[in-house]
T-cell receptor, first 116, second 110 residues
Framework: GAGVSQSPSNKVTEKGKDVELRCDPI?????LYWYRQSLGQGLEFLIY????????KSGLPSDRFSAERTGGSVSTLTIQRTQQEDSAVYLC??????????????FGPGTRLTVT | GNSVTQMEGPVTLSEEAFLTINCTYT??????LFWYVQYPGEGLQLLLK?????DKGSNKGFEATYRKETTSFHLEKGSVQVSDSAVYFC?????????FGAGTTVTVRA
């Protein structure tokens, strides 16, 4: 079946612009996660969704970052007023059916964001 | 909080050599432990996992044993192939989010 998909695969934007990154999880997966992979910080957790609710947003680095999920499926990560330090690969993952530590998280290919 | 420390790379090996990547962790409670692999140009994929002490995870000739007494989860493969060239990440979770190590780049030469 189809895996986790993300779009766009690459995004170049100017400093100060807003960007939206999209994630389509595996059908039926109720848990969805966003991570960021950057040279200086490695792989960091950003936010966790269970259904449409986000019980843990603790990894979002600033209030310029927000995310939503609709219909228990697609999620959008929005970065407002982008800064150069936001340049990274943004990864989305999903797991079934309830999340939890022993459930495998399936990762998408990522969106490479470059802020110039 | 949770943290994962893994051997820094890069690691370069010849085909059929033995590979070990060390991983130690700090966590509260009893986390699940994972090794993820990222092949060139591809996304992260789960290589193996162990959910309790003394469990051994294995896949594609790779093995790792959950050692609670030494808080370690070292990855091993007895005979590597060129196709094993990738970045390997050790990770843990005791709720839903993964905490990753910095990653180890492994290059296998023919």
């Amino acid at each position: 079946g189809a895996g986790v998909s993300q779009s766009p695969s690459n995004k170049v934007t100017e400093k100060g612009k807003d960007v939206e990154l999209r994630c389509d999880p595996i059908s039926g997966h109720t848990a969805l996660y966003w991570y960021r992979q950057s040279l200086g910080q490695g792989l960091e957790f950003l936010i966790y969704f269970q259904g449409n609710s986000a019980p843990d947003k603790s990894g979002l680095p600033s209030d310029r970052f927000s995310a939503e999920r609709t219909g228990g499926s697609v999620s959008t990560l929005t970065i407002q007023r982008t800064q150069q330090e936001d340049s990274a690969v943004y990864l989305c993952a999903s797991s079934s059916p309830f999340g939890g530590s022993s459930y495998e998280q399936y990762f998408g290919p990522g969106t490479r964001l470059t802020v110039t | 909080g949770n943290s994962v420390t893994q051997m820094e790379g890069p690691v370069t090996l010849s085909e059929e050599a033995f590979l070990t990547i060390n991983c130690t962790y700090t966590a509260t409670g009893y986390p699940s432990l994972f090794w993820y692999v990222q092949y060139p140009g591809e996304g992260l994929q789960l290589l193996l996992k162990a959910t309790k002490a003394d469990d051994k995870g294995s896949n594609k000739g790779f093995e790792a044993t959950y050692r609670k007494e030494t808080t370690s989860f070292h990855l091993e493969k007895g005979s590597v192939q060129v196709s094993d060239s990738a970045v390997y990440f050790c990770a843990l979770s005791n709720d839903y989010k993964l905490s990753f190590g910095a990653g180890t780049t492994v290059t296998v030469r023919a």
